[in-house]
Antibody, heavy 129, light 108 residues
Framework: QVQLQESGPGLVKPSETLSLTCTVSGDSITSYYWSWIRQPAGKRLEWIGRIHASGNNNYHPSLKSRVTMSVDTSRNQVSLMLRSVAAADTAMYYC???????????????????????WGKGTTVTVSS | EIVLTQSPDTLSLSPGERATLFCRASQTVGSGYLAWFQHKPGQAPRLLIYGTSSRATGIPDRFSGSGSGTDFTLTVSRLEPEDFAVYFCQQYGSSPNTFGQGTKLEIK
């Protein structure tokens, strides 16, 4: 049974870099894409981005300039870095496993769609001096 | 990006009753790629439904999903005590993936 556990500093200073790790147990990290999602208190969930062990990634356009995700296959971990944080980045952060749906195209590359089938419990990050 | 609006914000029902939750999209959700999740405090969100109507592994058949285009529904046919939680929808038919604001299903 796959389990995901987010970890990292609960408090980050403004303008610094938020760094979180998602440790995956019960499954190989190389077989899937992995997403990060966040939820500020009282607001809806926001997808941050996803990454594969191959390095393929896709980030939310509004966060793309500040986000880097990476995969450590030796530790079965996925990492998130968010640079130049501000109070608006205060949130619960989740990692999730993506299931991929492949839809053949009439011409060219197929289309790929991803839904999140297993989530971690999340970790709270507060941005404050 | 697609905005998902769920209704109602809060639904008060008793065990044994039927719950109907709605998720409306600001534009057509491609190929019906809409999922529903259950979330309880301190727990990981749990996938219930994907692709509008496919139940995830281990999900009881009292949970069902339907809809198309911009309007989607999650139905819990007969509420059990453990079903009281927050439910949210998510579309993955276009990028960026987006989520609804959630519906809290509470005990009446």
């Amino acid at each position: 049974q796959v389990q995901l556990q987010e970890s990292g500093p609960g408090l980050v200073k403004p303008s610094e870099t938020l760094s979180l790790t998602c440790t995956v147990s019960g499954d190989s990290i190389t077989s899937y894409y992995w997403s990060w999602i966040r939820q500020p208190a009282g607001k809806r969930l926001e997808w941050i981005g996803r990454i594969h062990a191959s390095g393929n990634n896709n980030y939310h356009p509004s966060l793309k300039s500040r986000v880097t995700m990476s995969v450590d296959t030796s530790r079965n971990q996925v990492s998130l870095m968010l640079r130049s944080v501000a109070a608006a980045d205060t949130a619960m952060y989740y990692c999730a496993r993506d299931q991929r749906v492949i839809v053949p195209a009439e011409v060219g590359m197929p289309y790929f769609y991803y839904y999140m089938d297993v989530w971690g419990k999340g970790t709270t990050v507060t941005v404050s001096s | 990006e697609i905005v998902l609006t769920q209704s109602p914000d809060t639904l008060s029902l008793s065990p044994g009753e039927r719950a109907t939750l709605f998720c409306r999209a600001s534009q057509t959700v491609g190929s019906g790629y809409l999922a529903w999740f259950q979330h309880k405090p301190g727990q990981a969100p749990r996938l219930l439904i994907y692709g509008t109507s496919s139940r995830a592994t281990g999900i009881p058949d009292r949970f069902s999903g339907s809809g198309s285009g911009t309007d989607f529904t999650l139905t819990v046919s007969r509420l059990e005590p453990e079903d009281f939680a927050v439910y949210f929808c998510q579309q993955y038919g276009s990028s960026p993936n987006t989520f609804g604001q959630g519906t809290k299903l509470e005990i009446k």
